[in-house]
Structures are given as structure tokens and as C-alpha cells.
């Protein structure tokens, strides 16, 4: 990843941008754009967790990001990329001379952590100095890379949902919600700056996670010393060093070398079934039974049908350790014995004239029109306000950025606190869909674990 200091915002954009500047109509003087998660009929989710902003401003758009220096470097690039002298190199200047390499730009947002419904404006952008008109889409490449942590951000979200409804239907309580789903996305991803900006957007729904990179994402860009935690855990590497004959030595290994705290064993190295009942149930069987609640040995499945697996395995544990019955009527196993499972595990947006594009093969992309806002209706729903038609006391979209400067910051915790459940999500028929009969959740706030 290149580093900060390297970092030339110029050349953040598509090619084509930089010969846009030459084609609005004369007397242009304000563009003003928006970014929304389209409605589409048939649609996965019907409601976005927003978050990921307040890094890609502060690591790239804020303070002087134009340099003389940075202006002949793009000059140059674009003219071998183009093969003709098309980069504004006058204008660039004029950011850097007028505003000191500031972008006179204003962008407003709604706050990091808000859910909003699909089809709403998200933040706008547009610029402050009308002599800079082109420069509010020039910026628009790097903004809409907000997808990632969004989807992220909300596909965890609906792992919380279903987890809490289950949690809560055979336990009675939503206790250690926010450590039921582990992060192991870091090597999954396509980049280190990928596995910063996910694993920082899992972490607005859990406390769970081995992905580093997000943690120090949380620590650098929103406020929180440390948001996530893990515990000791076997990989196959360390099980089979050991060799098939001695997996058992293996397996006590990671007794001996962590007594206290629970530590993770992933035992289907060569057989998972025989490892829980040869092994964990009977040769390390006191061992197992030693230990305690809070220092739990968790055995790891890692390969097969999840479900299949699962069953199986808690069968044969149950058979070698016993069970007991909670206050629902479930079988629990014992305190010092649970089991996580780490594989294959997935969920089944001066003159003012509103112009908005209306691509007849696809209505879903048509933009919105004129000056926006956001705002809750009188029957407690998130709506968008066109054409400037809004109050500016119900906004709920908030100034973030204007001229280079951050206005407006927000910790993992405040963002945790407006991402968490509501009532309405542990419903079992609500899962991100359509909902026209209840206002609850706008009401209802559910425990949501302890962050």
C-alpha cells in the first residue's frame, strides 16, 4: 500500500475525469452529487450499516493534498497516459494557490453506524468555490470505494440478526452476543487496506476478530484503543508437525502451554470425529475436565457440511463429557468445553438546474433529483427529500468535510451504539426485509452484548 506521504490525490481518479473539466456547459458553477445503495426489487438487503467514511477522508482528503510537486507529476503522467496535453494543470494550481492545496469541497453524511433504508442519499458532495465545479466528481472515483465497507458493515449486521434470534430462542438472554461471529477474513481479502476497512467494519457489530489490520483502523481512524479480541488457537501447521502418530501430544501441547484463558484446538487434522472421542474423550479427558469456564478448551471443526459436522461432533462430546439443561430446555455442554466452527459458514446508491439520469433498461439506476436530504417522516420513517424541498432542522445528513478540513468525527463506540440491534431484528420473520407494519425499531433498543 502506498504510503501517505507518496500519495497523489490527482491521479486518485478514473482517466476519462481528467478531461471532464472540459465539458460541462459554460457558466457552470456548482455540481452537487449524491451516493445512495439503489432499491432494486428482489434485493438481498433492504437496509445499509454506513460506515467507512471518516477513514477515507482523513487518510486522503483532508488538509494539503496538492502540491507543486504533485501537479508535475500528474502533468507528466497524463501526458504519456493520453498521449496529448488534456491534465488542467492551471486549475490544480489554483487549488493549490487559492487554498493552499486544500479542496474547497463540501461533503455531508449521515452519521458512521446509522442503518438506513436502501434508495436514500447517504452523503453529497459539492463544491464551495464556484470556480471549481469539476472537481466535485473528480473526487467521486474514490468515494464510491465506500461500497466495501458498507456491504461489509452490513452483511455483519445480518449475521448479528440471525445470531441473536437463535441466542436468545435457546438461551434466554443475548449474553456474549458480540463475540459469536470471529473475524478470520485477513487472509481472505485482496489487500491489506481491504482487510483494514473489513475487519473495522465487523468490529461495529462484534468484539471478535484475528484481522490486525482493522483493529489498528479502529485504533488510528476511529478513536478506539483496542476493538476486538482473540484467545491462543491451533492452526493444521502446528497440529500435523507433529505427525498422525502423535496428535495426541499435539492436543496437549496446547494444554500445557496455555493452563489459563481458553485456548482454540482445530482437531480435524486427519479425523474429527475420532480426535473428539479417542482423544478429547477419553486419553486428554481429565485434562479437558480440569479446566474451567474461563479457560474453556474450544475444539474447532474446520472441513464438511457445517451442520453435519456440528451435530455429530456435539453428539459424540456429549456422550464423553455429558450435558445439562438450561432454563429453555437445551442441552449445554459443560463450561469447560465449547466448539467454534471455522469453515463454510455465509448468510443463504446563480442558475440551479436538477439534473438526474433515467437509463430506460434499468429504472433501479435512476438518480434522484436536486438538492437532498434526509430526514424521518411523521410515521417514523428514513426518507429522502428532492429538489431542495427539505428543512434544514430535520436533516439528518451532517456537514463532514468542507475546504480540507474534518468537521465532524465519530469513535467506533458512537458508531457501535447507532449500528446495534433493535427489537425488531430478533424477530424471527425480520431479516433485512420489507417491513410496512411496525414502528418499533425505531423505539426498541435489545442488548446487543457487552463492547
Known sequence: MMAAQDFNFLLATDSYKITHYKQYPPNVSKVY????CRRKKGAQFNEVVFFGLQYLLKKYLAGPVVTEEKIQQAKVFYQMHFKQAVFDEEGWRK??????????????????????????????????????FWLTNYIETMLVQMWYPITVATISREFKKILAKHLKATTGSLEGLDIKLHDFGYRGVSSQESAALGGAAHLVNFCSTDTVAGLLMAQQYYGCPMAGFSIP??????????????????????????????VAVVSDSYDIFKACKHIWGDKLKERVMERSEDS?????????????????????????????????????????????????????????????????????????????????NSDGFIETVERGAGKPEEDM??????????????????????????????????????????????????????H
Open 95 to 132: 487549488v493549490l494557490e487559492k487554498y493552499d492545496g486544500r479542496l474547497p469541497i463540501r461533503i455531508k453524511a449521515v452519521p458512521e453506524g446509522k442503518i438506513i433504508p436502501r434508495g436514500n442519499v447517504l452523503f453529497t458532495v459539492e463544491n464551495t468555490d464556484p470556480d471549481f
Open 233 to 262: 488457537a491451533a492452526e493444521h501447521s502446528t497440529i500435523i508437525s507433529w505427525g498422525k502418530s502423535r496428535e495426541k501430544d499435539a492436543f496437549e501441547c496446547l494444554l500445557d502451554q496455555f493452563p489459563s484463558g481458553p
Open 296 to 376: 474453556a478448551l474450544i475444539i474447532r471443526p474446520d472441513s464438511g457440511d457445517p451442520a453435519q459436522t456440528l451435530l455429530e461432533v456435539l453428539k459424540i462430546l456429549e456422550e464423553c463429557f455429558g450435558s445439562s439443561l438450561n432454563s429453555i430446555g437445551y442441552k449445554v455442554l459443560p463450561s469447560y468445553l465449547r466448539i467454534i466452527q471455522g469453515d463454510g459458514i455465509d448468510l443463504n446508491s446563480i442558475n440551479e438546474m436538477d439534473v438526474c439520469k433515467q437509463p430506460v433498461t434499468d429504472p433501479s439506476k435512476g438518480s434522484k433529483r436536486g438538492r437532498l436530504s434526509l430526514r424521518r
Open 397 to 450: 445528513l451532517v456537514t463532514v468535510f468542507e475546504n480540507g478540513t474534518i468537521l465532524q468525527e465519530y469513535t467506533l463506540d458512537e458508531i457501535r451504539k447507532a449500528a446495534q440491534l433493535w427489537e425488531e431484528d430478533v424477530s424471527p420473520s425480520q431479516h433485512n426485509k420489507e417491513d410496512s407494519t411496525t414502528l418499533e425499531i425505531h423505539q426498541k433498543c435489545i442488548m446487543n452484548g457487552v
Open 33 to 36: 452529487s449524491y451516493f445512495e
